[in-house]
């Protein structure tokens, strides 16, 4: 059995989203083809197919998430003393050597990643590249534009 790597922040968040499916929007459902239901004839309920279609992708939602935590392996990165060295869950500063700009990602599991949010995925090319070094070492990361250079300023276990 493959168990996938979770943050305690991303364990919680399947958590709080799979007690919202079961217990707020699954029984809307329920209600809502009930509803639908005694409009009558089914063939062209519109309203009727819209719900079951609605019923479908929210079970199996439920069934992803069950199965993700079932296989999660929760690491929580604040528990591990801190040695300078990247590993799974860390915050990482690091300069672009070519730029002089500072940038910060925290490594976390492939359903946690938001660039948008400086979570960076496991398995993106700068992750897998940062993974195993240490503070004030100098790394090349192959991304989409070419070669990129980077010191790895601080790392932080938070």
Do not use: W
């Amino acid at each position: 059995m493959t168990q996938y790597p979770m943050t305690v922040q991303g364990a919680d968040a399947l958590r709080e989203e799979l007690n919202h499916l079961k217990t707020v929007k699954r029984p809307r459902i329920v209600s809502d083809i009930a509803d639908a239901r005694e409009h009558g004839d089914l063939k062209e309920n519109a309203e009727y197919h819209a719900a079951r279609e609605e019923q479908g992708f929210c079970e199996g939602r439920i069934q992803e998430i069950e199965g993700k935590l079932s296989n999660a392996q929760i690491i929580d990165v604040a528990s591990i003393p801190n040695r300078g060295k990247v590993i799974f869950g860390v915050t990482v500063t690091l300069l672009n050597i070519a730029t002089d700009e500072e940038v910060k990602y925290q490594i976390v599991g492939d359903d946690e990643a938001d660039i948008k949010n400086n979570r960076i995925s496991i398995s993106s090319p700068i992750a897998r590249g940062l993974i195993g070094k240490e503070v004030d070492s100098e790394i090349e990361i192959t991304t989409p534009g070419g070669v990129v250079e980077y010191e790895i300023i601080a790392v932080e276990h938070i």
